[in-house]
Nanobody, 127 residues
Framework: QVQLVESGGGLVQAGDSLRLSCAAS????????MGWIRQAPGKERELVAA????????FYSDSVKGRFTISRDNAKNTVYLQMNSLKPGDAAIYYCAQDSYYRYDSPSRSPSRFVSWGQGTQVTVSS
């Protein structure tokens, strides 16, 4: 079992940047892919970014491609999401989650593959 704690959310203006962090403890962090999933009120969950276990491959949803960057530091058991050029449509609760596949090279493209979730951090973007 892994425990995930997100931080870094907040209230920003459109065009600003935020960096989310997710600290992991428990199940060997470096052996599993990670992802950032967001959910806004009345909307479905959206996997915005994912990274494989080694950090060598990433996935981004079309809605954030070119603006968000996911990265990980396996020595620190931490995954990050750098969010630039934020838009009001990016406002949501952002969750980090751990992939269920052990050392799988392809990062997940679906929220359904993630089995462990953090509590989430709120991101609010004013126009």
């Amino acid at each position: 079992q892994v425990q995930l704690v997100e931080s870094g959310g907040g209230l920003v203006q459109a065009g600003d940047s935020l960096r989310l962090s997710c600290a992991a403890s428990g199940r060997a962090f470096s052996n599993y892919g990670m992802g950032w999933i967001r959910q806004a009120p009345g909307k479905e969950r959206e996997l915005v970014a994912a990274i494989n276990w080694s950090g060598g491959r990433t996935f981004y949803s079309d809605s954030v491609k070119g603006r968000f960057t996911i990265s990980r530091d396996n020595a620190k058991n931490t995954v990050y999401l750098q969010m630039n050029s934020l838009k009001p449509g990016d406002a949501a609760i952002y969750y980090c989650a751990q992939d269920s596949y052990y050392r799988y090279d392809s990062p997940s493209r679906s929220p359904s593959r993630f089995v462990s979730w953090g509590q989430g951090t709120q991101v609010t973007v004013s126009s």
